[in-house]
């Protein structure tokens, strides 16, 4: 499985942005693809994720209720729609994706074994 994220830049406070994940390999039945970010001088942390079969989506306390996960199956894209976006959103992002994760460990980094390049996202007091 290989993913390529795209979509970020600067922007404002409050602003909005869509990053995008292409996925491609081999078919994602099973799997669940997640975002994940990372600051500078910080860990990784989950933001979310969505199970390819069925479409669940489960997010970070954090951007619950501002940022939306979606797939594309027949192009095999995963989406992740941020608004209102705060100085605090400012990381690389990651999209990621996994296979025959449980749920009470699909937020774990270390669950998923395909990752693709980051996209910086800025946001700007």
């Known amino acids: 499985v290989q993913l390529q994220a795209s979509g970020g830049g600067l922007v404002q406070t409050g602003a909005s942005l869509r990053l995008s994940c292409a996925v491609s390999g081999r078919t994602l039945h099973g799997y669940h693809v997640g975002w994940f970010r990372q600051a500078p001088g910080e860990e990784r942390e989950f933001v979310s994720g969505i199970k390819w079969s069925g479409g669940t989506t489960f997010y970070a306390d954090s951007v619950k209720g501002r940022f939306t996960i979606s797939r594309d199956i027949a192009n095999k894209m995963v989406y992740l729609q941020m608004n209102s976006l705060k100085a605090e959103d400012t990381a690389v992002y990651f999209c990621?994706?996994?296979?025959?994760?449980?749920?009470?460990?699909?937020?774990?980094?270390?669950?998923?074994?395909?990752w693709g390049q980051g996209t910086l996202v800025t946001v700007s007091s």
């Open positions: 990621a994706a996994g296979y025959g994760i449980i749920v009470t460990t699909r937020t774990r980094a270390d669950m998923y074994g395909y």
